[in-house]
Nanobody, 128 residues
Framework: QVQLVESGGGSVQAGGSLRLSCAAS????????VGWFRQAPGTEREFLPV????????SYADSVKGRFTISRDNADNTVYLQMNSLKPEDTAVYYC?????????????????????WGKGTQVTVSS
């Protein structure tokens, strides 16, 4: 059974940094797309970055480009989200997601519906 577990969330002041981790068990996701999303109360789940198919390509949402970096440690079966220059509007629950279906290779993986497996999320709070 595949499980994704996020960690590393917390409270930080504006301008600070956090590094989130997404650890997978039950499946090796080194070759598959892994994305990060966030959701603030009353809003839709928002795409952040995705690391696709063995790292062949990476995409970032405009809202986080230049501040957030996604990376993968295959030895630990973990994907990271380094978040720098945090702003109060970055406050949300952050989720990682993975898609293990090779038939989905043409997908952009920027929509929540393009993922089959999700973690339960980790809270990030940025104060001004």
């Amino acid at each position: 059974q595949v499980q994704l577990v996020e960690s590393g969330g917390g409270s930080v002041q504006a301008g600070g940094s956090l590094r989130l981790s997404c650890a997978a068990s039950g499946r090796t996701f080194s070759s598959y797309p892994v994305g990060w999303f966030r959701q603030a109360p009353g809003t839709e789940r928002e795409f952040l970055p995705v690391l696709r198919w063995s790292g062949a390509s990476v995409s970032y949402a405009d809202s986080v480009k230049g501040r957030f970096t996604i990376s993968r440690d295959n030895a630990d079966n973990t994907v990271y989200l380094q978040m720098n220059s945090l702003k109060p509007e970055d406050t949300a629950v952050y989720y990682c997601a993975a898609d293990f279906n090779p038939l989905h290779r043409p997908w952009a993986h920027q929509r929540p519906t393009e993922y089959d497996f999700w973690g339960k999320g980790t809270q990030v709070t940025v104060s001004s």
